[in-house]
């Protein structure tokens, strides 16, 4: 072998060594870029992004240049609050300051289909979105997709139906503890215990399951006596009202009712049917507490909590705050909306000029977000 050809090859292992390294060193500063420092607290706007506990975590990404593309990927979409959640995503974009900062604002709903709302996920990662916003129809079916965000250095913050994940954003309120409120009502407003109807939502997502499991624990902790009969409503007036009805009609009557949503539809049933009125712990539509109101009377004694559609705007504002490169904890606590029995206020806790449908309580002060029901309602529901 001549000297210049041993020569060469030399030259050449040396090139692909380097090139090896390179590539290497290439994808390690990638991913380092698309990994969040973790710092100390407190978040950038204390008031706003509460840490979910003391041991919460505190993130700061590698800040990015705007103005930003941001999606929503929304799952189930086929009930008033999903329906007013993306009107007020839209709305939320649309404010001036807001819209100063987005170049783009993509919104889709694949409905309950789990690998169609991750293929939607993975198609916005793809596309080169800077943020993903999401309302997961099944905390822990996302792994894959979430590493994939965390790889390409995407945003991703969860609220509502979480993910089971340290490696995301999650904004939410105490899906648990909200179920706890209501049963703590019912126990309350039915000493002696008895039969008690739970209508459930979504099967399979944390808000449901959560909601389910703080309910049941505080009745069978209560020391009275509880005869459960649990149907699905899926947070949605007709399909609460049929479910209901046909609870009544085969395990009627009952003490007291829990509804996740949906609670004007089961007011509803239970007017038709004729069944008292009893103590009800409940959502935060506009039906249901202008029934709260006109009923109490006859014994309607409701709990109405939750949180209004409105955290979507919040979930956006923690996405924005990432990118900017700001601190924001890694799972944030939202504050729950509650009115209780005697205290409901006309234009002020229900609003009789206004629509059923609409979810009262759908601002967060201490985080600027205040919407009327003016800005929602104009904004569609469609995909954009």
């Known amino acids: 072998m ?10 050449k292992a040396r090139c692909l060594v380097t090139c090896a390294s390179l590539v290497l060193l290439s994808a390690f500063a990638s991913k380092a870029l698309a990994e969040p420092e973790l710092v100390k607290g407190p978040a950038a706007e204390p008031e706003c992004m509460v840490p979910w506990t003391g041991d919460t975590k505190f993130f700061k990404y590698p800040a990015k240049k705007g103005p930003y593309r941001i999606a929503l990927a929304n799952g189930y979409i086929a ?7 993306i009107q007020t995503a839209k709305a939320y974009a649309a404010q ?26 993975n198609n916005f990662i793809d596309s080169g979105y800077d943020a993903i916003v999401v309302n997961a129809q099944n905390p822990t079916a996302f792994g894959p997709v979430i590493k994939r965000a965390k790889q390409a250095g995407v945003v991703l913050v969860a609220f509502d139906n979480i ?11 105490d899906q648990k503890g909200l179920g706890e ?8 407003n039915v000493p002696g215990g008895g039969k008690v109807l739970e209508v459930r939502g979504v099967a399979g997502t944390s808000v449901d399951t959560d909601r389910h499991n703080g309910f049941q624990s505080v009745l ?34 009952f003490d007291a009712i829990s509804g996740q949503g949906g609670d004007t539809g089961i007011v509803q049933a239970m007017l038709d049917a004729k069944h008292k009125m009893v103590p009800f712990g409940g959502e935060t539509e506009n039906g249901f507490r202008k029934f709260c109101a006109a009923k109490a009377s006859e014994g309607l004694k409701c709990s109405s909590a939750g949180t209004g ?5 919040v979930a956006i504002k923690v996405a924005i705050a990432a990118l900017e490169g700001k601190v924001v904890p890694q799972s944030v606590k939202l504050p729950l909306a509650v009115v209780e029995d005697p205290n409901f206020k006309k234009d002020q806790d229900y609003f009789p000029s206004q629509s059923d449908n609409f979810f009262v309580g759908n601002s967060f002060p201490t985080c600027g977000i205040n919407f009327t029901a003016q800005e929602i309602m104009g904004q569609s529901k469609e995909n954009q």
């Open 220 to 253: 069978n902790s209560s020391g009275k006596k509880w005869q459960t009969t649990e149907v699905v409503g899926k947070w949605d007036d007709g399909v609460a009202q049929k479910a209901t009805a046909d609870a009544i009609a085969t395990n009627g009557p």
């Open 309 to 313: 559609p409105a955290q979507v705007a």
């Open 181 to 188: 409120l209501w049963a703590r009502w019912l126990v309350k």
């Open 96 to 121: 001036p300051e807001v819209k100063a900062k987005l170049k783009e604002f993509k919104v889709v709903s694949t409905g309950e289909d789990v690998p169609a709302q991750i293929s939607a996920i």
């Open 163 to 173: 993910l089971a994940t340290e490696d995301a954003i999650n904004v939410n309120v």
């Open 2 to 11: 001549s000297s210049n050809l041993i020569k060469a090859n030399s030259i």
């Open 79 to 85: 009930n008033t609050w999903r329906i007013q959640m």
